[in-house]
């Protein structure tokens, strides 16, 4: 992930649809609990081109053939790119290169077209994105049937709220899931006072989306705690309920994951625990930006990491990969 640093941007308006509305409910299991392993060493890491700086954001979709596909961000200093990387067990990855970049002179300007969410659907890839300057982000989106070429759409699909919304700053770190033919796609917020916290929007074709009215659905949290400074790239999967793994930001910028649950993708509890933070050197500052695969028996997770304390780049970013295993008790 990256988080979006805010300017100053008190006269932008935004326009939206917005309305009521609420996930198909999912029956949640009694005393939920997960507990957490991961690889010592990262799973991708940075090469010496287009992704040397930071390697982070992936988005994990499995192919009718088993193989793994990774679209994931990489920082060259100046510009953030989306490549894709191919794998047969998730752990052992071949980069492949960049695939997608910003189109400049457009409204997605030069810094950013990366941190997206990547969807397969009937033999089409759907990539829903992060673009525009620093600190005024929207989302775009992009298909392509072959996860290389892709056909972007000419306007963002998901833009700021209105003036004193809680997202009129800024918008960013999509995360797309499909429900009874029906898209979702959670996302960062950040208002003028720099909160940036989490909402939802829906949408029938995954282009034209309506933002919930009710938006933000997850708060900061206490003072104290792992998020209270600041929310940022959801990951939402259905089993027994809705489930949310989710980076936080603390007071020295430190950044790691927890959870929240829902019977309806829009009320959200946050769970106690785990709060799955770095083990290693590698990733000792910053645990983030997850993508989930649930396998039948436990929720593969891939996620960045760091070793800078930072909100948003330059963190020496790589690739990991863990587990959260349902505990019964």
């Not at 989302?139 to 049937?145: C, D, N, T, V």
Request: proline residues 6%.
């Amino acid at each position: 992930m990256r988080y979006v640093l805010a300017w100053s941007l008190l006269g932008l308006t935004g326009c939206a649809r917005y309305d009521d509305f609420a996930l198909p409910e999912a029956k949640l299991s009694t005393n939920p609990a997960f507990r957490w392993q991961s690889h010592r060493e990262p799973v991708l890491a940075r090469s010496a081109g287009w992704d040397r700086v930071d390697a982070l954001n992936p988005s994990v979709v499995q192919a009718p053939n088993g193989r793994l596909l990774n679209f994931y961000s990489g920082f060259d200093g100046n510009t953030w790119h989306t490549g894709l990387a191919t794998s047969r067990d998730g752990v052992s990855w071949t980069q492949e290169g960049k695939v997608l970049s910003p189109s400049p002179g457009t409204w997605e300007g030069t810094y950013i077209a990366a941190n997206g969410s990547a969807k397969l659907t009937n033999g089409v890839f759907s990539y829903w994105y992060q673009a525009g300057p620093t600190g005024q982000t929207r989302i775009g989106l992009a298909r392509s049937p072959d996860g290389r070429t892709w056909r972007k759409e000419p306007n963002p699909v998901l833009d700021l709220g209105p003036r004193g919304a809680w997202d009129e700053v800024s918008i960013g770190d999509p995360d797309v899931i499909e429900v009874s033919g029906i898209y979702y796609l959670y996302y960062l917020g950040q208002d003028r006072a720099r909160r940036q916290r989490l909402g939802v929007a829906r949408s029938t074709d995954g282009t034209t989306w309506t933002k919930l009215r009710a938006n933000p659905i997850l708060e900061l949290g206490e003072v104290g705690r792992f998020d209270e400074r600041g929310l940022g790239e959801p990951a939402v999967w259905r089993q027994n309920g809705y489930w949310m793994l989710y980076t936080g930001r603390d007071k020295g910028e430190v950044r790691r994951m927890g959870l929240a649950y829902s019977r309806d993708g829009v009320t959200w509890r946050k769970l106690n625990g785990p709060v799955i933070e770095g083990e290693q050197s590698w990733n000792a500052k910053v645990v983030c930006d997850p993508s989930v695969l649930w396998d039948g028996s436990k929720l593969r997770v891939w996620f960045g990491g760091g070793d800078v304390a930072h909100p948003a780049e330059r963190i020496n970013g790589q690739i990991g990969y863990g587990e959260l295993i349902p505990v019964l008790r």
